[in-house]
């Protein structure tokens, strides 16, 4: 079977690997899609993603949809043949975070594809995967495995859009229209946002943020456009820039809410920290999700209009190809890899 690999920055290679075989109380996915990510992005290009840098060759991918195999001793789940989303994550279950209601920033979780710990924990751009038999979750009537491939990415958009509090009738300022940011709008509209205002250097990344519900788009490099808010309720920095935070602390209102959804550069981000203080501003980071991927099947299922952000589907064999494409967001929002036949 064929999967992607990260050897290092630059080095993404399309490798026979072995079939896996459940260990206990594990399951085999045989992958259909898998979603290529940010964080696969700047493992590709970067070698690392913020502060988690590579440290050996890493399966990439945690975007990933398939069909139950088989399972291992002691695993149970959804019945061989079934279509499933796979939550990326498992937490340790016994930390003080975990004990406390916050797995999502679990300080012992494991993550597809992820290099935040070493050894690293390999991901699932394969033909076939083996993961514990806790993170499958069958798809629900209505959902098929191309969109389902989006659910891990809104679960991270619900997720901050949660930390931001109660949205209902709200304005939301989202600075960073990629895949992120666009699925963002999504749950803002979903939670009962009034109105949602994005801003982007791309005219393109705008189109996909206006078919995910945004009212108003600008251009974030025109200062004079027409659209720009004198101030919003909340604002969520899905940019990963840190002028993009700048904008959220100078837009929102006194009192108002910053969600930091963005992975900044590592090290250390200058910003406008005396807004902060002098406006009260509420500045929060959202970091991944839990039990938010439940509830983003339930919300793909039921919208076909996600359908919209997905613009290539590219044979797992051309992978570096689906790389560049997803990394070139004047032609692209969220590209699939194919492990189907």
């Given at each position: 079977?064929?999967?992607?690999?990260?050897?290092?920055?630059?080095?993404?290679?399309?490798?026979?690997?072995?079939?896996?075989?459940?260990?206990?109380?594990?399951?085999?996915?045989?992958?259909?899609?898998?979603?290529v990510c940010g964080s696969d992005l700047h493992?590709?290009?970067?070698?690392?993603?913020?502060?988690?840098?590579?440290?050996?060759?890493?399966?990439?991918?945690?975007?990933?949809?398939?069909?139950?195999?088989?399972?291992?001793?002691?695993?149970?789940?959804?019945?061989?043949?079934?279509?499933?989303?796979?939550?990326?994550?498992?937490?340790?279950?016994?930390?003080?975070?975990?004990?406390?209601?916050?797995?999502?920033?679990?300080?012992?979780?494991?993550?597809?594809?992820?290099?935040?710990?070493?050894?690293?924990?390999?991901?699932?751009?394969?033909?076939?995967?083996?993961?514990?038999a806790e993170q499958l979750r069958a798809l629900?009537?209505?959902?098929?495995?191309?969109?389902?491939?989006?659910?891990?990415?809104?679960?991270?958009?619900?997720?901050?859009?949660?930390?931001?509090?109660?949205?209902?009738?709200?304005?939301?300022?989202?600075?960073?229209?990629?895949?992120?940011?666009?699925?963002?709008?999504?749950?803002?509209?979903?939670?009962?946002?009034?109105?949602?205002?994005?801003?982007?250097?791309?005219?393109?990344?705008?189109?996909?943020?206006?078919?995910?519900?945004?009212?108003?788009?600008?251009?974030?490099?025109?200062?004079?456009?027409?659209?720009?808010?004198?101030?919003?309720?909340?604002?969520?920095?899905?940019?990963?820039?840190?002028?993009?935070?700048?904008?959220?602390?100078?837009?929102?209102?006194?009192?108002?809410?910053?969600?930091?959804?963005?992975?900044?550069?590592?090290?250390?981000?200058?910003?406008?920290?005396?807004?902060?203080?002098?406006?009260?501003?509420?500045?929060?980071?959202?970091?991944?999700?839990?039990?938010?991927?439940?509830?983003?099947?339930?919300?793909?299922?039921?919208?076909?209009?996600?359908?919209?952000?997905?613009?290539?589907?590219?044979?797992?064999?051309?992978?570096?190809?689906?790389?560049?494409?997803?990394?070139?967001?004047?032609?692209?929002?969220?590209?699939?890899?194919?492990?189907?036949?």
């Amino acid at each position: 079977m064929l999967g992607c690999v990260i050897h290092g920055q630059g080095d993404l290679r399309v490798e026979e690997l072995p079939v896996p075989e459940p260990a206990p109380g594990q399951a085999v996915v045989a992958v259909r899609y898998g979603g290529v990510c940010g964080s696969d992005l700047h493992y590709w290009r970067h070698g690392g993603v913020g502060d988690f840098r590579l440290r050996e060759p890493m399966l990439l991918g945690h975007e990933v949809v398939g069909t139950v195999v088989s399972y291992g001793a002691g695993a149970r789940g959804p019945a061989p043949g079934t279509a499933v989303a796979v939550h990326p994550a498992t937490p340790c279950g016994v930390c003080p975070e975990c004990s406390g209601g916050r797995r999502n920033v679990c300080r012992d979780t494991r993550y597809l594809g992820s290099a935040a710990r070493f050894p690293h924990v390999q991901g699932g751009f394969a033909g076939q995967v083996a993961v514990p038999a806790e993170q499958l979750r069958a798809l629900p009537d209505g959902l098929g495995p191309r969109r389902a491939a989006l659910a891990e990415p809104l679960s991270v958009a619900l997720h901050a859009v949660r930390r931001a509090g109660d949205v209902t009738g709200r304005h939301v300022l989202v600075t960073g229209a990629g895949p992120i940011g666009c699925l963002v709008v999504a749950a803002a509209r979903a939670a009962g946002a009034a109105r949602v205002t994005v801003t982007d250097l791309l005219p393109r990344a705008l189109e996909y943020a206006s078919a995910m519900g945004a009212g108003t788009v600008v251009r974030a490099d025109d200062p004079d456009a027409a659209g720009w808010p004198d101030e919003v309720d909340v604002a969520v920095e899905a940019s990963g820039v840190a002028a993009g935070l700048g904008t959220c602390l100078r837009l929102v209102r006194r009192g108002g809410t910053v969600v930091q959804l963005g992975m900044l550069p590592p090290g250390q981000v200058p910003f406008a920290g005396n807004l902060v203080v002098s406006r009260e501003i509420e500045l929060r980071g959202a970091f991944r999700f839990d039990t938010e991927f439940d509830e983003a099947l339930r919300l793909l299922a039921a919208e076909p209009a996600f359908d919209a952000l997905i613009s290539a589907v590219v044979p797992v064999r051309d992978a570096e190809s689906a790389f560049t494409l997803a990394a070139d967001r004047t032609r692209s929002c969220k590209v699939l890899l194919n492990f189907g036949a």
